[in-house]
């Protein structure tokens, strides 16, 4: 079992960056697939990024590619997100979550953490 833990949330402007963390507590962290996803109010939670566990397969959606990078650190159990060039659509709470395989739709993870809130606006 995985427990995840999500920060770096907050408040920017457009064309800002922020960097998101999510800390995994127990010791199979890297035998699991990491994705990101995002809720906004209103809408269904959708796919932002994931990462295979070795780091060196990753994914994402149309949306964010070429502005968001995902990577992980099995060594500190940790996931990231670096965000650039955020835009007010990108607002939502983004959720990191732990599953099987490399996968875009949220019922293939079994693991989530409970989201941090990313407000971009002017």
């Known amino acids: 079992q995985v427990q995840l833990v999500e920060s770096g949330g907050g408040l920017v402007q457009p064309g800002e960056s922020l960097r998101l963390s999510c800390a995994a507590s127990?010791?199979?962290?890297?035998?699991?697939?990491m994705g990101w996803f995002r809720q906004a109010p209103g809408k269904e939670r959708e796919f932002v990024a994931a990462?295979?566990?070795?780091?060196?397969?990753?994914n994402y959606a149309d949306s964010v590619k070429g502005r968001f990078t995902v990577s992980r650190d099995n060594a500190k159990n940790t996931l990231y997100l670096q965000m650039n060039s955020l835009k007010p659509e990108d607002t939502a709470v983004y959720y990191c979550?732990?599953?099987?395989?490399?996968?875009?739709?949220?019922?293939?993870?079994?693991?989530w953490g409970q989201g941090t809130q990313v407000t971009v606006s002017s």
């Open positions: 990462v295979a566990w070795s780091g060196t397969i990753t």
């Open positions: 979550a732990a599953g099987a395989v490399p996968r875009t739709d949220p019922a293939g993870y079994a693991y």
């Open positions: 127990g010791r199979t962290f890297s035998s699991y697939t």
